[in-house]
């Protein structure tokens, strides 16, 4: 369909010895030119007002990520029907809690060959009380081998919520005649501009959030997101196109994420264009991968942060181990984003000079902090909550 006849090879990440191993040096880092204005339109107009900044210029940038990035959603899709499947009387932490176990039923009446069912489970408070959610997007079982950051919620007086994204739309290639993508095709291939699995995952989260409108005990005016990895992209991609969503925390999101595509670093384009990365894009991703390069895309990170404006977002990175994702690219692309966020009257990182390890930059509405270790969201969890906190009071 792109007339396409090979892709370039993605950064090898794991041996350094390759001859398209992945560059970790600092100096080679940064052979792009300068970042595209995002308070530039498409016709070079420099965009000054508040305004025309919600009239104009937002919706721009959404065609762009709509069109070449992460595939346009379907004008109409399936309604959701919650169910509480379970309910239980709990102790958590010491805390008592309320746990549901609930499953959305997505109206597959239109093409009942495929059947989704969105996987959630919410745990709040036994009081009552409305209370802020906190929202994993997660892998199987990823919560349970680290349950410090639950407890850190609890203690809090909040709620946590675990949503399976692979519920909603399988995290493979082959799965995009299946799920939610699938459903809405009714089982045909996806076009150059449908839909990938980071956006049907976002999707799902706004299901979620649609869910906590109508429960007593969630305070659905302050629900914040949080992914790591591969969720970290699609946590980022819901805060954008959802303006509910109260706070983010995006943790090692690499390229697809908050990594600008345009730094020589890391993760690249290549590899998400890749056979076992291009699902999570559109079609039109492709094409940065073949004839056309990261400096032709129309947005990068930067722009997919300023749609998050004026609401707070949480960059997170570890150290050693954590190379991949780029901690100084996501920097990079939360300073870029700050013109947007001081327009709508808001503050950014404060500087653009890279911090030292495990220095908080938290004074803004963009936040960010490259924690000690590896590939891991843990250590960043506290700073995050506080820094939550001080817009939940």
């Known amino acids: 369909m792109l007339k396409i006849t090979e892709l370039r090879r993605g950064a090898d990440g794991r041996n350094p010895q390759a001859t398209n191993a992945a560059n970790y040096d600092e100096a080679k880092a940064t052979p792009y030119p300068k970042l595209p204005d995002p308070l530039r339109s498409n016709k070079g107009k420099k965009i000054s007002k508040p305004g025309r900044w919600w009239k104009d210029r937002r919706p721009e940038i959404l065609e762009h990520f709509d069109r070449e990035v992460y595939g346009r959603m379907p004008k109409v899709t399936p309604a959701v029907r919650w169910e509480v499947t379970a309910t239980m009387r709990e102790t958590e932490a010491e805390i008592p809690v309320i746990k549901k176990i609930l499953r959305g039923h997505v109206d597959n009446s239109a093409y009942p060959q495929i059947k989704v069912e969105i996987e959630l489970t919410l745990v709040t408070p036994a009081a009552e009380t409305q209370v802020p959610v906190v929202i994993e997007l997660s892998f199987t079982n990823f919560a349970r081998r680290d349950t410090t950051w639950q407890k850190l919620i609890l203690e809090r007086g909040w709620g946590y919520a675990i949503l399976a994204p692979t519920s909603i739309q399988p995290d493979n290639g082959a799965g995009l005649t299946q799920g939610i993508i699938g459903l809405v095709n009714k089982g045909q291939p996806r076009g150059l501009e449908d839909w990938g699995a980071l956006r049907a995952w976002a999707w799902g989260a706004s299901r979620a959030l649609d869910y906590f409108s109508t429960d007593a005990a969630v305070d659905s005016a302050r629900v914040a997101l949080a992914g790591h990895s591969r969720y970290g992209k699609a946590a980022a991609v819901a805060m954008a196109y959802d303006q509910r969503f109260s706070v983010a925390f995006l943790s090692s999101s690499g390229a697809g994420g908050v990594k600008l595509h345009r730094r020589y670093y890391g993760e690249q384009v290549e590899n998400v264009a890749a056979p076992n990365e291009y699902h999570w894009m559109a079609g039109n991703y492709l094409k940065y991968a073949g004839p056309l390069t990261a400096n032709d895309l129309p947005v990068d990170a930067h722009h997919l942060i300023a749609l998050c404006a004026p609401r707070p977002v949480f960059i997170s990175s570890g150290d050693q181990g954590d190379g991949w994702v ?7 692309a939360g300073a870029g984003a700050e013109p947007v966020y001081r327009l709508l009257g808001k503050r950014g990182l404060g500087t653009a000079e890279f911090p030292t390890l495990e220095t908080s930059l938290t004074n ?20 995050f909550l506080d820094f939550a906190g001080r817009y939940w009071k």
């Open 326 to 332: 780029d901690a100084k690219g996501m920097f990079l």
């Open 364 to 383: 803004g509405e963009i936040a960010f902090r490259q924690h000690r270790g590896g590939h891991t969201p843990g250590p960043n969890w506290p700073v």
